[in-house]
């Protein structure tokens, strides 16, 4: 089983509308989930991250954390061509605490 | 804005030679990691250090690779002989008092190209 699981995509979303993005891990004590968003040939870039079971909204972005489920979301509001990028989830176990894992990514694409 | 730079952008080298890739963390930072990237997959965790030690490391980070954080601020991973398939990007990354509750951020990274 893979530490941290992502669809591939590529994940297609017209402009204005909402991109729901999935992660799960395997990991049952890991403690600090982030998302970064990577662009072609270029470094991953931290967009969000999440420690408490919930929500945690800022601007478009919204993460959700539902631990019991080993399962975090993204949720882009209102996206932009400039929102399609491939977007990675990172996990940092409890076991493992200065090991931070990435997922494979899903790939976004917005279409005007 | 505090940032963790990487140097060279691209390097290119001779199979079988050493190379040694540098990085300056976020000043405040006390966790650093490496990270590389080979075209078109996902980024693999090297290792991590702190307090002038390596916490972790994973597989890859075998026998040909270490790590040294030679003064207050550089922190570099040096590649003994490298092999075809190290070429990838490798990324540098810092993050404040690591455990559980921080999150890392990256470098521009340095593309290394075996030939």
């Known amino acids: 089983q893979k530490e941290v699981e992502q669809n591939s995509g590529p994940l297609s979303v017209p402009e204005g509308a909402i991109a729901s993005l999935n992660c799960t891990y395997s990991d049952r004590g890991s403690q600090s989930f982030f998302w970064y968003r990577q662009y072609s040939g270029k470094s991953p870039e931290l967009i969000m991250f999440i420690y ?56 976004l694409s917005i279409r005007p | 804005e505090p940032e963790v730079t990487q140097t060279p952008s691209h390097q290119v080298t001779q199979m079988g030679q050493e190379v040694i890739l540098r990085c300056v963390p976020i000043s405040n930072h006390l966790y650093f990691y490496w990270y590389r990237q080979i075209l078109g997959q996902k980024v693999e965790f090297l290792v991590s250090f702190y307090n002038n030690e390596i916490s972790e490391k994973s597989e890859i980070f075998d026998d040909q690779f270490s790590v040294e954080r030679p003064d207050g601020s550089n922190f570099t991973l040096k590649i003994r002989s490298t092999k075809l398939e190290d070429s990838a990007m490798y990324f540098c990354a810092s993050s404040g008092t690591g455990g559980s509750n921080t999150e890392a951020f990256f470098g521009q990274g340095t593309r290394l190209t075996v030939v």
């Open chain 1, 52 to 107: 408490s079971n919930g929500d945690k909204e800022d601007g478009r972005f919204t993460a959700q954390l539902n631990k019991a489920s080993q399962y975090v979301s993204l949720l882009i509001r209102d996206s932009q061509p400039s929102d399609s990028a491939t977007y990675l989830c990172a996990v940092n176990g409890y076991s493992s605490a200065s090991k931070i894992i990435f997922g494979s990514g899903t790939r």
